[in-house]
């Protein structure tokens, strides 16, 4: 089985390129279904979720193709609309076709998306909004059995800003007849990409990046090439690592306005930090200070995704910092593993409080999830000795490849088979 091992206590430095964003890539994938022709990603990022929803593209009849650093994908021979349950199991997420489908065909057919190790990962919203553009959708057996071929644009508005549930709904517009009108939408800058890429493929698409989205369905598309934005949360990652670590890192090809909250949070704890040019630069002496509480919160507050990255920079800080998790009831199963480093940290429901120690030592740990791997990254850096991290599948799904960008910063780390 595959491990990273990483050795720590080695100062970080170096110029590093962000790689494309898993959480705008996604949605692009599925809106690609919008367009019966081709659409080329530059800039698409390696990832195991983007694998399956290459899978699910192909198993739909869609052509997809990789020619460097570029994913070409041909939808012109899409002839299914329907997911079967093991590619739905292999990504959640694939919820995110489903808007798409309906555009594209008329009707769409997966079994309900299970929950993940963050907790329960519920679709009320996403199918309330198709509802509401007129689709017919009936939950049996564990499968969601949509119809709707003559949907017409309405205004939706969203309980909460779901990210996911704005993004079904902007797809969902694209096929209905008139104008839809998506209120109090998520603000992500994922959610802007995806209306860049829209826009490119023709769709008549604008507000994105507000609370207030407007689609015009039914517009003629055509053949685009789209880059993928930067992944903030690598971003975040691998600045978290260089300040917990200590040493100095530019990041480039990345948007430093995504990340605020979290540049903010790194330099409260005492590190430099500079952003502008599509880059970021940031100095730390490795010995950080504990910040003001870190509320997680839609965008543009502070991402959750971000919430244990961070935690991990700051186990050696001076001080106590106290987390709120306020989008998941399930993110902090990376706590009892950086415990195991020697970490101090106490939960109580949704509050985290991390009280900063002398040192860590490294440790045998287990990803638990995506970001909780990669705060595990983060701890082995700052640790003394050697971290043996496993289960490293759940950073696959949103790091091209971790050992590779962390070694280039002089990282002690490597791939293992044990
Ligand atoms: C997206 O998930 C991201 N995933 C998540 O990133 C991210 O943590 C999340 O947005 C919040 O920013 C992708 O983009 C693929 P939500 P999504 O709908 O769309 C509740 C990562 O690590 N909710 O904004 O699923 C939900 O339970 C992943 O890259 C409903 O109640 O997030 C959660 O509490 C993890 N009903 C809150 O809203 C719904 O119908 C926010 O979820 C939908 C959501």
């Not at 440790?363 to 289960?391: F, H, N, P, S």
């Amino acid at each position: 089985m595959k491990h990273i091992i990483i050795r720590g206590g080695r100062r970080l430095e170096g110029v590093l390129p962000v790689q494309g964003a898993k959480n705008s890539v996604l949605p692009v994938l599925a809106a690609t279904i919008l367009h019966p022709g081709v659409t080329v990603l530059r800039g698409c990022p390696r990832l195991s979720d983007v694998e399956a929803s290459i899978r699910i593209l192909r198993h739909l009849g869609c052509r997809t193709d990789w020619q460097g650093e570029e994913l070409v994908v041909d939808t012109s021979s899409m002839s299914r609309w329907d997911i079967p349950d093991h590619l739905m199991r292999e990504m959640r997420s694939s919820v995110i076709f489903l808007g798409a489908i309906l555009a594209r065909l008329g009707r769409a057919e997966m079994s309900y998306p299970g929950g993940c190790e963050l907790g329960p990962r519920p679709i009320d919203l996403h199918l309330a909004a198709l509802r509401k553009l007129g689709a017919a959708v009936e939950e049996k057996g564990g499968r969601l059995c949509c119809t709707g071929a003559a949907m017409e644009g309405r205004e939706i508005t969203l309980s909460l800003p779901s990210v996911g549930a704005t993004e079904n709904a902007m797809l969902a517009a694209c096929g209905a007849r008139g104008e839809t009108v998506i209120v109090n939408a998520a603000r992500e800058p994922e959610i802007v990409d995806l209306q860049n890429f829209l826009r490119s493929m023709g769709c008549a698409v604008r507000g994105a990046g507000s609370s207030t989205v407007c689609v015009v369905g039914q517009r003629a598309t055509r053949d685009s090439v789209h880059t993928v934005m930067p992944d903030r949360i690598v971003a975040a990652t691998y600045l978290a690592a260089v300040a917990a670590a200590g040493g100095e890192v530019e990041l480039t090809h990345v948007d430093y306005r995504h990340l605020s909250t979290v540049t903010a949070a790194l330099h409260e704890a005492g590190c430099r930090v500079l952003g502008g040019d599509g880059r970021i630069f940031l100095r730390s002496d490795g010995k950080l200070k504990a910040i003001s509480p870190v509320r997680t919160a839609p965008y543009p507050g502070f991402p959750t995704d971000a919430q244990a990255i961070l935690m991990a920079a700051l186990l050696r800080s001076r001080g106590t910092t106290v987390f709120v998790e306020n989008m998941f009831d399930n993110r902090y199963r990376h706590v009892d593993e950086l415990c195991r480093m020697g970490a101090d940290i106490s939960v109580e429901g949704r509050v985290a409080v991390v009280t900063g120690v002398p040192r860590l030592s490294g440790a045998a740990v287990r990803c638990t999830d995506l970001r909780g791997g990669a705060a595990l990254l983060v701890a082995g850096l700052a640790a003394e000795g050697e971290t043996a991290i496993e289960e490293i599948q759940h950073i696959c799904r949103g790091y091209e490849d971790p050992v590779r960008d962390l070694a280039a910063l002089g990282g002690e780390i490597r791939w293992e088979e044990r």
